[in-house]
């Protein structure tokens, strides 16, 4: 399984850094929806799930955290810890985020509005529907 990663370009200047998110441009979709995760509990995995068909690009905009990716045959593991780097999260992939550090901000851009039904939450449920 490759995993796709965006390296974001930094606009940075003597005031700052600055990264700006395009809609197919350097984001590879158009993006309906931003939610972003934080407040983490220290220990407490998130995710457990894979989409039917949304796809999203995480970044840790602050701290870090580690992202598992499951396609039903292979697993891998990245560390999200930088704000420009982005992983895309395609449908049909199990993820799960963990690890999070305490100040972790973690920004989700996805392609489609909230819809309960486009999740599989289940892993038998998933790798039925992969394998069916
Ligand atoms: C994902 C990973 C990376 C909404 O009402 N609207 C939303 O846009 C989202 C994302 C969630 N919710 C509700 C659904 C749950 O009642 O917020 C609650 C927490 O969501 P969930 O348990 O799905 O959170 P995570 O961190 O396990 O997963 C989230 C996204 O839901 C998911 O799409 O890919 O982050």
């Known amino acids: 399984m490759d995993i796709e990663t965006i390296k974001l370009s930094i606009l940075g200047d003597v005031r700052g850094q600055l990264i700006s998110l395009e809609a197919n441009k350097n ?3 158009n993006i309906k929806r931003v939610y972003y995760i934080f407040g983490t509990m220290p220990n407490v995995p998130r995710g457990f799930h894979a989409h039917k068909n949304l796809n999203q690009v995480l970044i ?3 701290g870090q955290c580690t992202l598992l990716l499951d396609d039903g045959t ?3 593991e990245l560390i999200l810890n930088s704000p420009d780097l982005g992983v895309v ?3 049909l992939a199990w993820h ?3 690890q999070f550090s305490p100040d972790c901000i973690l920004m989700c851009l996805a ?3 909230y819809d ?3 999740y599989m939450r289940d ?3 998933f790798i039925e529907y992969i394998r069916s």
Do not use: G, H, L, T
Request: aromatic share 12%; hydrophobic share 30%.
């Open 89 to 91: 999260i395609p449908p």
């Open 123 to 125: 892993y038998d449920e």
């Open 96 to 98: 799960v985020m963990s």
């Open 27 to 29: 984001i590879p979709f």
């Open 116 to 118: 309960e039904s486009d």
């Open 74 to 76: 292979e697993k891998k």
């Open 111 to 113: 392609d489609d509005y």
């Open 60 to 62: 840790a905009v602050k």
